[in-house]
C-alpha cells in the first residue's frame, strides 16, 4: 500500500486526521477483501454434543426397554423414551456434524451454519 503524505495547512501536525490519497488509488484497500477468521461457537458445539450423548444414552435404553432386556411392568412408556431419543440425538449430531466439517475445512462448511448464543 502506498505511503499517505500528512497534508497541514497552518494546524499543528499532531491536530490533524486528514491524509492525501495517493494518485494510484481507487478507494479500495486490500483489508476490505480479506475475511476475517472464523468465530468458534464453543457453547453451541457444546450444548450438540450433550444432545448428542443424552439422544444417544435415550435411544438405546428406549431400544433395550423395546426389546424387553429390562423388566417393564408398563410396555406402554418404552416407545416414547425411543422417540423422545430420536427427537434430541438428532439436532446433537447435525451440528456436530456441521462443526466437524468446518473445523476440517470442507468446501461449504462453516461455523456460520450453527446458531450460536449471542453472549
Same mark, same amino acid.
Given at each position: 500500500?502506498?505511503?499517505?503524505? $500528512?497534508?497541514?495547512?497552518?494546524?499543528?501536525?499532531?491536530?490533524?486526521?486528514?491524509?492525501?490519497?495517493?494518485?494510484?488509488?481507487?478507494?479500495?484497500?486490500?483489508?476490505?477483501?480479506?475475511?476475517? @477468521?472464523?468465530?468458534? @461457537?464453543?457453547?453451541?458445539?457444546?450444548?450438540?454434543?450433550?444432545?448428542? $450423548?443424552?439422544?444417544?444414552?435415550?435411544? $438405546?435404553? !428406549?431400544? %433395550? %426397554?423395546?426389546?424387553?432386556?429390562?423388566?417393564?411392568?408398563?410396555?406402554?412408556?418404552?416407545? @416414547? $423414551?425411543?422417540?423422545?431419543?430420536?427427537?434430541?440425538? %438428532?439436532?446433537?449430531?447435525?451440528?456436530?456434524?456441521?462443526?466437524?466439517?468446518?473445523?476440517? !475445512?470442507?468446501?461449504?462448511?462453516?461455523?456460520?451454519?450453527? @446458531?450460536?448464543?449471542?453472549?
Amino acid at each position: 500500500m502506498p505511503a499517505r503524505n $500528512v497534508v497541514s495547512s497552518g494546524v499543528p501536525s499532531s491536530d490533524v486526521r486528514y491524509s492525501r490519497l495517493a494518485s494510484d488509488d481507487d478507494g479500495y484497500i486490500d483489508l476490505q477483501f480479506k475475511k476475517s @477468521p472464523p468465530k468458534v @461457537p464453543y457453547k453451541a458445539i457444546a450444548l450438540a454434543a450433550v444432545l448428542f $450423548v443424552i439422544g444417544s444414552l435415550l435411544i $438405546v435404553i !428406549g431400544a %433395550l %426397554l423395546l426389546a424387553g432386556y429390562f423388566g417393564v411392568t408398563h410396555s406402554d412408556r418404552t416407545v @416414547p $423414551v425411543l422417540i423422545i431419543g430420536i427427537l434430541v440425538f %438428532l439436532p446433537g449430531i447435525y451440528h456436530l456434524r456441521i462443526a466437524y466439517y468446518a473445523a476440517r !475445512g470442507y468446501q461449504g462448511y462453516s461455523y456460520d451454519d450453527i @446458531p450460536d448464543f449471542d453472549d
